[in-house]
Structures are given as C-alpha cells and as structure tokens.
C-alpha cells in the first residue's frame, strides 16, 4: 500500500513509539515549524546526486527511496559524527522529490548552545549522514579507477552537524517559528 494511508500509518506508528516524528512525501517543506526555536533544518541528503564523503574514496549517490526513513526516526544529531557529542534529535523528516530533508531540536546544553551560534553564523552548517549501506550497485569508474557507489539500500545511525558536508546543498539553518519570515 502507497500513498497517504501508508504514510499516515508510518505517522501513527511512529507517533505511537514517542518519538515525535513525522514521515511525509511532499514536494516542498512545510511553511511552519511547531514548537519552540533550538530548531536547525535543511536538506541532509540529495537523491540521484553524487557527493565525496568521507571514509569512501570515490563518489557516492544514494538513489530515491534508498534509505529506511523509519531509521531517521530520533536519531541523534553529533557533532562531526563523535557518537561522544550529541546535541540533538530529529524532529521531523520530509521525503521530496529531490532530497531527504529533516529538522533537529538541539539540546539546551553549552554544547547546543555553540552549535547554534556556529549554524548561523555560517560557521558549521553542513549536514551529514551517518549511513550504513545494505545494498549497492558499482557506477562508472573516475579517472583514478574508483568506481561510484550507488546505495540502493540503507539506514541512517546518525545525522552530524559540521562544517564540510558531501553534498554541497546539505545545508542546515535555524528554524524559529516566531521569527521565521517562511510563516507569514
């Protein structure tokens, strides 16, 4: 089963585990936000758009639908992917066309605190993923002989906030209800 009673049941049932979490396929991000601001957001992964993270040498693209949304589900927000610096979880999660977008509630800690400075003032805001890949398929090699991994299947352990994403358009900013021109 698709469409909105799959996602409406992917809602309940994650709602039902007290996390807190909305899962949606929608072509564009809702205009508001709920609750109060310690809200960062933004793309955390483009689909069919190769990137160069870390700890692979050639490129990656993760294919739409490759990812468990189900495994964005509170997972936490580090610093740098340190599984010893956490400072948030996710929110909310949005499945468009192009990416895979998600909001962050980051903890009232010193370290939260330095996190959100960092985010606006353009310091630290790249978004990364934390991914484990259970499937792939080889792409074309580059001139180095490395051929890109294209992830088929997958789940996220963590997203991390840091100052060089893979992705270019992996972005994070501050979302604050009360100031966010988005909601007028």
Sequence with gaps: MTGPQTMLRRYRTTQGAGLGMLCVAAPQAPRKVPGPARIVAGQIVPWNIPGRPTGYPGLV???????????????????????????????????????LAAAFRIAPTSMGDDALTLVAAGVRDGFSIGAVVDEYDLGDEDDQGIAELIVTAGHVRETSLLTFPA??????????????????
């Design 167 to 184: 992705y270019a358009t992996a972005r994070a900013a501050l979302l604050d209800p009360e100031r966010n021109p988005a909601n007028d």
């Design 61 to 99: 693209t993760f294919e739409r639908g490759s990812l468990d949304l189900e495994s964005v589900a509170g997972a936490p927000l580090l610093l740098d992917h340190d599984p010893t610096r956490p400072i948030g979880r996710a929110t909310g999660l949005i499945d468009r066309p192009s990416d």
